[in-house]
């Protein structure tokens, strides 16, 4: 069955060659470039595969940073078989197709077979159940590959019986050392294609790859070929590069948990001010199509969580900018958001509205309802005001400074103080204001002498 054939070794295939990205992936450890932590001699992964110590396991990397190559090169290394399907196009049946012909190899030969499951988080509860007792058995290592958190998508049966790698996005220096092997290597690169690239053009791919190996050896490949020799090279610069790059792939998932991460990075960059890192991030989610009205309504939430009464302002100017984006659309629009997000970055900070409305919160859910006070209840009838709704009841507005001192909080909640007012922004004025009144306000209770 074509679907779960062994892969064609390198150089196999020369009938219709594989892409470089393709012809280039490591065909030993020691190739394989960065994730140092996993591979470095004496980790913990390199001594499994060595010693033949294989077990089930999900990677955890962002695009190209080498999950299929290793788990390829674990077979290779072991001798194992490896049969490779994707989430995307497999369902139970053909998993229970791969299962019985690992069970068969098992009894004939006691070969091992690594299957491997790119984008497993794709895969539903059930088909991911299918897996458990054929894991625990042996029958199968279970390799699955995922670029989101696996304690989101994978559940929690099947994590358990595998042991979690995370593989993280190569460094700019990775990837010059995988560009520059592609153009050196005759047999399975471009060499002889007599490519000279130009350093800054080098640089501009390990820029546009964004961490991703296979991005890096895409462009690079499409730049050579899209280069017309002369005097039998092909000069490669940096315009050649970005015009085959067009634009880089920013990663950035609006439902995974990348969505998460860089929500949290903006809200977090605006809560310490920072206005170039808060810009940054605002425009990472604008570059990777996330929803405006999602980012208009997170910075209206920041305006009032995190900026509150010191800059009343703030959610004024946050509404205001989501009603500009709403009349202008894209591109203009977007220069409101980061017209906001600026302001909010620099405005004074209090959460004590926060503070004080979850204070208030928690005391209605734990507390008993505690009946509204018989002096500040309205009474519309007769019969109402003979019960005594309204009774003594002083009208703030027929007082000096529109002040009166009578309680307002049902009984048992007297004394309760919710709102703490910062010494930030207004809101050092409206605690002076607040002090200022429950001073008048003890004043009054005193006893005379």
């Known amino acids: 069955m074509e679907l779960f054939s062994q892969p064609e070794r390198a150089g196999a295939a020369a009938k219709a060659p594989a892409p470089l990205a393709d012809r280039m992936r490591p065909r030993q450890l020691d190739e394989i470039v960065g994730q140092e932590h996993l591979l470095g001699a004496g980790r913990v992964l390199r001594t499994a595969i060595e010693t033949g110590e294989l077990h089930s396991m999900i990677l955890w990397g962002p695009p190209g940073s080498g999950k299929t190559t290793l788990a390829s090169l674990m077979a290779h290394v072991t001798g194992a078989r490896f049969v490779a399907f994707s989430a995307v196009l497999s369902g139970v049946k053909e998993i229970r197709e791969v299962i019985a012909e690992a069970e068969r190899e098992r009894g004939r030969h006691g070969a091992r077979t690594i299957l491997f499951v790119d984008e497993i988080h794709r895969f539903n509860r059930a088909q991911q159940d299918a897996f458990l007792p054929h894991v625990e058995k042996g029958t199968i290592v279970l390799i699955g590959a995922t670029t989101e958190n696996p304690s989101f998508e994978v559940n929690s049966a099947l994590l358990s019986r595998c042991r979690v790698y995370v593989l993280r996005g190569l460094e700019a220096d990775d990837l010059l050392t995988i560009a520059r092997r592609a153009l050196a290597d005759g047999e399975r690169g471009l060499a002889q294609l007599h490519p000279e690239v130009a350093p800054e053009a080098l ?238 306000r003890s004043e009054r209770r005193r006893p005379r002498v």
């Open 203 to 440: 640089v501009a791919i390990a820029t546009v790859a964004n961490g991703d190996a296979r991005v890096a050896l895409n462009v690079l490949e499409l730049a050579v070929s899209l280069t017309r020799p002369s005097g039998g090279r092909r000069h490669l610069t940096e315009a050649s590069i970005r015009e085959a790059a067009q634009r880089r792939t920013l990663l950035y998932d609006k439902s995974g948990e990348e969505h998460y991460n860089v929500i949290s990075a903006l809200h977090k960059s605006l809560r310490d001010s920072d206005p170039d890192a808060a810009l940054y991030w605002l425009t990472r989610m604008l570059e990777a199509g996330e929803d405006r009205l999602y980012i208009a309504r997170r910075l209206v939430r920041f305006a009032s969580e995190d900026v509150g009464n010191a800059d009343p302002a703030a959610l004024t100017l946050t509404l205001a900018a989501k009603e500009a984006y709403d009349f202008l659309g894209d591109p203009e629009g977007e220069l409101a958001l980061a017209q906001a997000t600026l302001y909010l970055a620099l405005a004074p900070k209090s959460n004590a509205v926060y503070v004080a409305y979850n204070e208030a919160k928690d005391d209605v859910k734990e507390r008993p309802a505690e009946p509204v006070p018989l002096h500040i209840r309205n009474a519309p009838t007769g019969l109402m005001k003979d019960l005594g709704y309204g009774a003594g009841y002083q009208y703030a507005h027929d007082a000096p400074e529109a002040r009166v001192d009578q309680e307002d909080l049902p009984e048992a909640l007297r004394g309760r103080q919710y709102y703490r007012p910062t010494d930030r922004g207004l809101e050092a004025e409206l605690g002076r204001r607040l002090a200022e009144w429950k001073h008048w």
